[in-house]
């Protein structure tokens, strides 16, 4: 990776003078008025996808998969092979991300990287991410609702959780947020900065007391131990299921590369946001995994129980401290929940702009007081809760809304990166870019997306049952067809992919001061 920028808001071309990268005029030079408030530092934009990605959350809610579909060999190895495919997914975006920083982000740049077909190609980029988004978004409340029912029945054993008490908290803290978003915007990048130091001394908290609390601990050579309850009598297909435990923890990283029309030296920090936010997330959530495999106990009991990482808590550090360490990772859960969220709105209100949503105008409108699109975050926080409402009825509906989630951003990842690879030396990199390893890492990239949204789709339990089916083909393939038919029955006709609002000194004077 390489960043040739000579001085502090300059940018270096072979044989040419220093050119000062200035954010608004690389906007404007892409088409766009500048509508948001730049009022994120680098920090900001690196938090905003370290809090998405979130650790604690991630592996607190499927750790427990893992236990039973390889065990602690692939929780461990899986962690290290995944988190490096994650990292060059996360490289090559951000390479793409230097060239075109803006909310539209991956569905922007596909149709701008296509050689033909543009609309086409950002038309489903950009339904892939919203998917993934707002599913994300409904994903991480319920996962929060969850463990805020599990420390409910720790503090007071006769409250019994029920799945409509899930849906209704997860509706919630959903519209909490949602207001979050509306009236403390200020507060929001606040929250954001706190939720880096929250997560890092939660997990040195969490980690010091695994290490220190437990009598004992597992041998060394524990973290080789193979395990496969899947059901399944192949153990390599039990193992390749466990890999899902850290693609599942590594979403949202996208979120800096939309915040970057609200970044400052967007060029430069939104991808250095991508990169550093997965980087830190692979080393900080490699030592989390290690202390709670090396915690284990009666390793049935905790692989059997509702939720395997708490009852490691109870079993090495007794009842009061568990509750304690509990309130950490829902505190996690909530910040990594409205993070998403933002990152949610600035996509609706960027594909919006580009008129590819029903009611464009309602959702690309700002609000004049806070210089955020109002609008959008309730259409995140609406699409977010009808998510949500299948879990009233099925759990296992509410699973393949979250594959759904996973393998809708990760394809939305790859088909830039793939126009990317495949537009070759035509490519006009930013001023961070991957040089020379810029194809092997791009192939890299695309190859394990489309490997691991296939692990996602395929059965994960046996018997394969109605309870244990996975339902997320389904779900894609529901998403996908909707998606074809509206374009083309009417979208084809009037979305041609991101539009210009003029030439930079025209789209200049739209600027919002």
Known sequence: MSERTSVPRTRRHAGREPVVIDDDATLHAMGYPRKLTRRFQAFDNFAISFTIINILSGIFSSFGFGMNAGGPRILVFGWIGVSVMVLFIGAAMAEVASAYPTSGALYF????????????????????????????????????????????????????????????????????????NTYTVRLVAVLNRISVWWLLIGLVVIVGALVAGP?????????????NNTGFSNGLYGGMLGLLVTSWTFTGFDGSFHMSEETVRATVNAPRGITRSIGYSAVTGLILILALVYSIGDYGKVAGSSAPPVQILIDGLGMGTAKALLLIVIGAMLFCGLANLTSNTRQIFAFSRDGAMPGSRWWHSVSPRTRTPV??????????????????????????????????????YAVPIFLRLRLGAEFRPGPW????????????AVVWILLSSVLFMLPQASPITVDSFNYAPIALAAVLVVATVWWFATARRRFRGPVSYGRPDEVAAMDLV
């Open 109 to 180: 740049s596909a149709g701008k990287l296509a050689k033909r077909h543009h609309g086409a190609w950002s038309w489903y980029t950009g339904w892939l991410n919203f998917v993934g988004q707002v599913g994300g978004t409904a994903a991480t409340g319920y996962a929060a609702a969850t463990f805020i029912q599990a420390f409910l029945a720790l503090q007071w054993p006769s409250y019994e959780p029920t799945v409509h008490q899930t849906v209704l908290i997860t509706a919630l803290i959903i519209a909490v947020q949602g207001l979050a």
């Open 215 to 227: 009598h004992e601990h597992r041998p060394a050579s524990f973290a080789t131990h193979f395990v």
């Open 375 to 412: 609008k959008a975050v309730w259409l995140a926080v609406a699409c977010s809760l009808v998510l949500v409402l299948p879990g009233w009825w099925s759990h296992t509906a509410f699973t393949a809304i979250v594959s759904v989630n996973v393998v809708g951003l990760f394809l939305a």
């Open 433 to 444: 870019h991957l040089g020379r390893w810029s194809k092997p890492i791009g192939a890299l």
